[in-house]
């Protein structure tokens, strides 16, 4: 299992350490929480962050290191829970670390990883994902980074359930085992229309036009009969 550690300080809400002074600082506010833990507001650098972000998920243990105001180090066990980006830069601005507590389980989620090549798929079919990641729960300790799903034996019009999948010990899938992970349906063919169903009805040059007033003058006429 992957694990991070980061350098972190603690940070008192006041004027002269608000959110927007700490970001002009280069910082990212942050927050670490949990059951039996008290929230703790953070400063995380932004530059340190930035260049670990891409191997960090919500199932990654990472270890914050946070210095406080008496020199004391005080290390947290913690899981990423949310980053909030800014809408335009899309910067992280605020950040969310989970504390477990201990003994206790998690619900997460796992993010999916396809193994393979489905044959279904090089006979022309679509892959269709219809979970991203798999809602678990488990201790922190028993928290896979991925579940791993291979894909190549999957055929057309053929899928992978929960109940195919042998997950890590201790994990418990809150998914009903019926339930569809991954398919491979095969493409839908468009009917060919047949002639005369697009557009207009097509006109009967052969009728003769309706001549407007002849049948009013031969009911006069056998009138004056």
Do not use: C, W
């Not at 569809?180 to 047949?194: F, M, N, Y």
């Amino acid at each position: 299992m992957k694990k991070f550690s980061m350098d972190v300080m603690e940070r008192t809400k006041s004027k002269t350490t608000g959110a927007k002074k700490v970001r002009n600082e280069g910082f990212i506010p942050a927050v670490a929480y949990g059951p039996d833990y008290e929230p703790m507001n953070l400063a995380i650098n932004f530059a340190m962050f930035d260049s670990v972000s891409h191997k960090l998920s919500n199932t990654t243990p990472i270890t914050l290191k946070v210095k406080k105001g008496n020199d004391q180090v005080e290390e947290l066990l913690t899981y990423l829970k949310n980053v909030q980006r800014h809408k335009v830069n899309d910067q992280p601005i605020h950040m969310e670390f989970y504390v477990p507590s201990a003994g206790r389980v998690m619900n997460i989620e796992v993010p999916i990883n396809m193994m393979g090549h489905a044959i279904g798929v090089e006979e022309g079919g679509v892959l269709e994902h219809h979970y991203e990641a798999i809602p678990i729960e488990a201790l922190p300790k028993d928290i896979p980074d991925e579940i791993k799903i291979d894909i190549s034996g999957v055929e057309l019009d053929d899928y992978v359930k929960v109940s195919d999948i042998e997950f890590p010990e201790g994990v418990k899938v809150l998914l009903d085992e019926n339930d569809i992970l991954i398919s491979v349906l095969a493409p839908r063919e468009e009917p060919t229309p047949e002639p005369g169903e697009e557009g207009e009805e097509e006109l009967d040059e052969s009728a003769e036009p309706e001549v407007i007033g002849e049948d009013k003058e031969e009911e006069e006429a056998a009138r004056e009969e």
